[in-house]
C-alpha cells in the first residue's frame, strides 16, 4: 500500500486479527503484542467500524489481563473500549465490547449488580 495513512489502518486489522487468534489458543503475549500495534486514531480511520476495531483491541486486551489477574488494568482497557463505542449504533462490535465491559467490572466487583444483559451472548464465544 502506498498511502502510509492507508497503510496503517490495515496493519491495525492485521494486528486486530492476529491478536484475537493469539488470543483464542491461549498465547496471551504474544496476543498482547499485536493487539498492542492496533493504531486507528488517523483522518482514514473514523468510520464507526474502525473505531470499533480499536475497541475491540481494548476488549481483548482487558480480556487478557482478567484472566492473568490483573483487575486495575483489565479495568482501564475495558473503560476505554466502552467510551469509544457508547456514540456507536448497535453492531457486534460495540455488544461485544459493552460485554466485556460488564464481564470485566462484575468479575473486579467494580459493577455493584451484575449487569449480564450483553454478556450472555459472547460468553460461549471466549
Excluded: C
Excluded at 15 to 37: D, R, V
Excluded at 50 to 67: C, G, M, N, Q, W
Aim: charged share 25%; proline share 4%; net charge neutral.
Amino acid at each position: 500500500v502506498k498511502d502510509k495513512a492507508m497503510k496503517l489502518v490495515m496493519d491495525s486489522y492485521m494486528n486486530l486479527y492476529l491478536g484475537i487468534a493469539f488470543f483464542h489458543i491461549g498465547e496471551h503475549g504474544k496476543a498482547l503484542g499485536y493487539l498492542s500495534q492496533v493504531h486507528v486514531q488517523n483522518p482514514m480511520a473514523r468510520h464507526p467500524y474502525d473505531v470499533a476495531t480499536k475497541a475491540e483491541s481494548y476488549a481483548y486486551t482487558a480480556l487478557i489481563h482478567l484472566r492473568k489477574r490483573e483487575s486495575e488494568e483489565a479495568r482501564k482497557e475495558a473503560i476505554a473500549g466502552r467510551e469509544a463505542v457508547l456514540p456507536l449504533v448497535d453492531h457486534p462490535s460495540r455488544d461485544f465490547v459493552l460485554s466485556v465491559y460488564e464481564e470485566v467490572m462484575n468479575q473486579t466487583g467494580a459493577m455493584k449488580e451484575p449487569q449480564g444483559s450483553l454478556h450472555a451472548k459472547w460468553k460461549e464465544q471466549l
